[in-house]
């Protein structure tokens, strides 16, 4: 907030506007050494500069200074600063260190300066207790929960070290409504979950994935999505398939386009973000000759929001009739910050858009283990959910900071040179 003291031009002694000058001189960019916060400069031959302490507290922006109204309130029963010189005496005895000393003799300018505290500080009162409502509200802030969404799921990545993690994606007050795990069948952490319905997904080329996903919709499972083909463009070295579109086309057919029969609604290849992710998908739909019906389009995404949002926009003008699921996304290996922003700003856009039905974001996963480096994870080194982790789960931040497979070396190192310090500042 600006700091609201009436200031005074130093160089003719007049008056400027409380807080207009001041504001002025900022944004102008002003050499303010001259207006050094707690001094009051009066510049007069032979008059040092000495401390002012009413500068110490707010004064009232509708204060204002007159030379002829000096050691005297104004009409409006304000204090006003003297603009006499001042001596500073300052001597070997505490007690009569810093006396103040004007043409008028101590006793008239000590009983002037005892007024102006006294309104200067019922002035600060006031500005604090104006103040106080709005100061209160920072915490409120920080502590609300982030915005829920219906089209949140999760990219499901087990951890058989830490299995105690999956609870966190079910807790009662996750956002959370569906999940995949790059397979054809539930995981068991979740097969008996009322609250994520599982997206099968045929990863690549598969003769099972039909029979799989038929049987458990008749065993009563709630199956209304299939995924199919995980970045067939891609190597295996990044989780692609790596299947050529010819093969992939024919695959469909068989194991994909009959469950459309059984009111199930069929995603295309989620192909990778690449230039070649695009050539193979039309390759794909090329070799389906029309036989291939899906119904709605992946999106994988790695980088930054401007790329991801241009991203979607090709996306859709290539497939108007489809609508998209984005269900790998990440600023992959930058640094906290930039990757809470990008996860807001994202988070924002897949909201408003009506034809992004569903998204995932890649992250599932403690920071220590993370492929898209560590401040992209959803939970800490420990299992502990991270700002960004709360907040796709519809909480609040929770102030926990993820750090990388190196990061408890890293701090171990930091606190034994914080005692090494301590132990050499005791002995100075």
Same mark, same amino acid.
């Given at each position: 907030?600006?700091?609201?003291?009436?200031?005074?031009?130093?160089?003719?002694? %007049?008056?400027?506007?409380?807080?207009?000058?001041?504001?002025? %001189?900022?944004?102008?960019?002003?050499?303010?050494?001259?207006?050094?916060?707690?001094?009051?400069?009066?510049?007069?031959?032979?008059?040092?500069?000495?401390?002012?302490?009413?500068?110490?507290?707010?004064?009232?922006?509708?204060?204002?200074?007159?030379?002829?109204?000096?050691?005297?309130?104004?009409?409006?029963?304000?204090?006003?600063?003297?603009?006499?010189?001042?001596?500073?005496?300052?001597?070997?005895?505490?007690?009569?260190?810093?006396?103040?000393?004007?043409?008028?003799?101590?006793?008239?300018?000590?009983?002037?300066?005892?007024?102006?505290?006294?309104?200067?500080?019922?002035?600060?009162?006031?500005?604090?207790?104006?103040?106080?409502?709005?100061?209160?509200?920072?915490?409120?802030?920080?502590?609300?929960?982030?915005?829920?969404?219906?089209?949140?799921?999760?990219?499901?990545?087990?951890?058989?070290?830490?299995?105690?993690?999956?609870?966190?994606?079910?807790?009662?007050?996750?956002?959370? $409504?569906?999940?995949?795990?790059?397979?054809?069948?539930?995981?068991?952490?979740?097969?008996?979950?009322?609250?994520? %319905?599982?997206?099968?997904?045929?990863?690549?080329?598969? $003769?099972?994935?039909?029979?799989?996903? $038929?049987?458990?919709?008749?065993?009563?499972?709630?199956?209304?999505y299939v995924l199919a083909f995980n970045e067939p463009d891609g190597g295996g070295s990044t989780g692609g398939s790596a299947i050529p579109a010819e093969t992939a086309a024919e695959t469909w057919q068989r194991e994909?386009?009959?469950?459309?029969?059984?009111?199930?609604?069929?995603?295309?290849?989620?192909?990778?973000?690449?230039?070649?992710g695009k050539v193979w998908l039309q390759n794909f739909f090329d070799a389906c000759k029309g036989n291939c019906s899906a119904d709605f389009i992946p999106v994988h995404w790695y980088g930054n929001f401007e790329g991801?949002?241009?991203?979607?926009?090709?996306?859709?003008?290539?497939?108007?009739?489809? $609508?998209?699921?984005?269900?790998?996304?990440?600023?992959?290996?930058?640094?906290?910050?930039?990757?809470?922003?990008?996860?807001? %700003?994202?988070?924002?856009?897949?909201?408003?858009?009506?034809?992004?039905?569903?998204?995932?974001?890649?992250?599932?996963?403690?920071?220590?283990?993370?492929?898209?480096?560590?401040?992209?994870?959803?939970?800490?080194?420990?299992?502990?959910?991270?700002?960004?982790?709360?907040?796709?789960?519809?909480?609040?931040?929770?102030?926990?900071?993820?750090?990388?497979?190196?990061?408890?070396?890293?701090?171990?190192?930091?606190?034994?040179?914080?005692?090494?310090?301590?132990?050499?500042?005791?002995?100075?």
């Open positions: 907030m600006p700091n609201r003291r009436s200031p005074i031009d130093l160089t003719s002694g %007049q008056l400027q506007k409380p807080v207009e000058a001041l504001q002025a %001189q900022d944004t102008a960019g002003s050499n303010k050494s001259d207006l050094h916060p707690g001094r009051l400069a009066e510049k007069s031959p032979g008059a040092p500069i000495v401390p002012n302490p009413l500068l110490s507290l707010p004064l009232s922006p509708s204060q204002t200074l007159s030379t002829s109204q000096a050691h005297t309130s104004s009409p409006s029963g304000h204090c006003c600063l003297p603009l006499r010189p001042i001596v500073l005496h300052v001597t070997g005895d505490s007690t009569a260190a810093n006396r103040l000393s004007t043409p008028d003799g101590p006793s008239s300018y000590q009983r002037f300066l005892i007024r102006c505290m006294s309104l200067s500080l019922s002035n600060f009162i006031m500005h604090s207790l104006f103040l106080l409502p709005s100061l209160l509200l920072l915490p409120i802030v920080s502590s609300q929960n982030a915005p829920s969404s219906s089209k949140r799921g999760l990219v499901y990545v087990p951890n058989s070290k830490h299995m105690s993690d999956d609870s966190i994606w079910t807790s009662p007050s996750s956002d959370l $409504t569906w999940y995949y795990n790059y397979g054809s069948k539930p995981s068991p952490a979740f097969e008996n979950s009322t609250k994520l %319905q599982f997206v099968p997904m045929l990863w690549g080329s598969s $003769t099972t994935f039909l029979d799989d996903v $038929t049987t458990q919709i008749k065993s009563g499972a709630n199956i209304s994909v386009e009959p469950l459309k029969n059984l009111g199930v609604k069929l995603g295309a290849p989620a192909v990778t973000g690449a230039p070649s991801l949002a241009s991203h979607v926009g090709e996306v859709r003008a290539a497939y108007k009739n489809l $609508t998209m699921w984005v269900t790998e996304y990440a600023n992959n290996n930058v640094d906290l910050k930039e990757s809470q922003n990008f996860y807001n %700003q994202s988070s924002q856009f897949f909201d408003r858009i009506d034809y992004i039905t569903h998204y995932s974001y890649f992250g599932s996963f403690r920071s220590s283990v993370s492929n898209v480096g560590p401040n992209a994870a959803m939970l800490t080194e420990k299992g502990k959910l991270t700002d960004l982790g709360s907040w796709y789960l519809g909480g609040a931040a929770t102030g926990n900071v993820p750090h990388g497979a190196a990061g408890r070396n890293v701090l171990f190192a930091g606190s034994s040179f914080l005692i090494l310090l301590t132990s050499i500042w005791s002995l100075l």
